[in-house]
Nanobody, 119 residues
Framework: QVQLVESGGGLVQAGGSLRLSCEASGNLESIDAMAWFRQTPGQQRERVARITRGGSIVYLDSVKGRFTISSANAMDTVSLQMNSLKPEDTAVYYC?????????????WGRGTQVTVSS
């Protein structure tokens, strides 16, 4: 099992920045990739950014050039630096890990942290 704890959400004005962090504990050796998702009421959860143990990174098109995901090699932490925030970035952000052999986007989830961007 893997436990995830997010921190760093909050309220920020449009154009501002926030940094989200997620600490993982438990069976870290089983983690293949770490990611951030977000969800707004009535909408499906969408993947914002993902980083694999090998360092491959993928971003949601709408956040490219504004958000940066990073993770320690041990996959015990993952961060999301969010710059030039827009009101449409407002959502609950969830940390997620892919577990080796389970398939993508199944793994474990954090409880989420609220990000609110005011216009």
């Amino acid at each position: 099992q893997v436990q995830l704890v997010e921190s760093g959400g909050g309220l920020v004005q449009a154009g501002g920045s926030l940094r989200l962090s997620c600490e993982a504990s438990g069976n870290l050796e089983s983690i293949d990739a770490m990611a951030w998702f977000r969800q707004t009421p009535g909408q499906q959860r969408e993947r914002v950014a993902r980083i694999t143990r090998g360092g491959s990174i993928v971003y949601l098109d709408s956040v490219k050039g504004r958000f940066t995901i990073s993770s320690a090699n041990a996959m015990d932490t993952v961060s999301l630096q969010m710059n030039s925030l827009k009101p449409e970035d407002t959502a609950v952000y969830y940390c997620h890990v892919d577990i080796r052999g389970w398939g993508p986007d199944i793994g474990y989830w954090g409880r989420g942290t609220q990000v609110t961007v005011s216009s």
